[in-house]
C-alpha cells in the first residue's frame, strides 16, 4: 500500500502546525504563570509600603505631639516660675513696707500681681497658638499619608488565563494540512514531468 506523497506531506504540514499550536499554547501557560506570580509580588510589596508608610506617618504624629507636650510643660514651668518670683517680691515688699501705710503696699501689690496676669496670658496663649500649630501639622501629615498610600495602593491587573484550542488554533492546523497537500501535490508533479 503506497500512501500518495501529496497525503505525507498534508499530514507532516498538519502535524507541524498542530505542533506549533502546542507551543504556543505552553508558552502562553508559562507566561500566564509568571504574570500570576508578578501579580502577587506587587501585592506583597504593595502590602509591606502601606505598612511601613501607616508606621511612619503614626510615628511622625508622635513625635509632633511629644514636641507639642515638651512645649506646654516648657511653658508650665515659666508660669510657675513667675508666681513664685512674683509672690517672693510681693512678700519682701510687704515685709519691707510694713511700716508704710496699706495703700502703697496694695499698690505695689497690685502691681506685681498685673505682670503676673499680663505675663500668664502670654504664656496661655503661646501654648493656643502651640496647640493649633500641632493640631494642624497633624492633620498634614495625615493628608500626605493618605496621599502616599493612594500612590502606594494601584490596581494590579490580573493576567489573562490562556485558554484552550481555539478556531484560531484549529484553521491553523487545517491551513498547514492544505499547505502540506498542496507541496505534496507539487512534488508529484515535478516528479512525473510534463
Known amino acids: 500500500m503506497c500512501v500518495p506523497l501529496a497525503a505525507v506531506s498534508a499530514g507532516i504540514g498538519a502535524l507541524s502546525a498542530g505542533a506549533s499550536a502546542l507551543g504556543a499554547r505552553q508558552q502562553a501557560r508559562m507566561q500566564y504563570q509568571a504574570a500570576k506570580q508578578q501579580a502577587e509580588m506587587q501585592r506583597r510589596y504593595q502590602a509591606q509600603a502601606a505598612a511601613a508608610e501607616r508606621t511612619r506617618a503614626q ?11 515638651q512645649q506646654e510643660e516648657a511653658i508650665g514651668r515659666q508660669t510657675r516660675e513667675r508666681e513664685l518670683a512674683t509672690q517672693a517680691a510681693v512678700g519682701l515688699e510687704q515685709a519691707r513696707d510694713r ?4 495703700q502703697s503696699v496694695t499698690a505695689v501689690m497690685g502691681d ?7 505675663a500668664r496670658e ?3 496663649r503661646q501654648q493656643e497658638l502651640i496647640g493649633v500649630g500641632k493640631a494642624m ?8 499619608s493618605q496621599q502616599r498610600l ?11 488565563k490562556p485558554r484552550g484550542f481555539g478556531i484560531q ?6 491551513s498547514g494540512g492544505l499547505e502540506g497537500y498542496r507541496t505534496g ?10
Open 137 to 144: 501639622a497633624l492633620e498634614d501629615i495625615g493628608l500626605a
Open 150 to 160: 493612594i500612590s502606594i495602593d494601584q490596581p494590579i491587573a490580573e493576567p489573562v
Open 169 to 174: 488554533d484549529v484553521l491553523s492546523v487545517a
Open 112 to 118: 506685681y500681681l498685673a505682670n503676673l496676669g499680663a
Open 59 to 69: 510615628r511622625q504624629m508622635t513625635g509632633e505631639r511629644m514636641q507639642q507636650a
Open 99 to 102: 511700716g508704710v501705710a496699706g
Open 185 to 194: 501535490l507539487g512534488i508529484k508533479k515535478a516528479i512525473k514531468g510534463p
Open 122 to 124: 502670654a504664656l496661655g
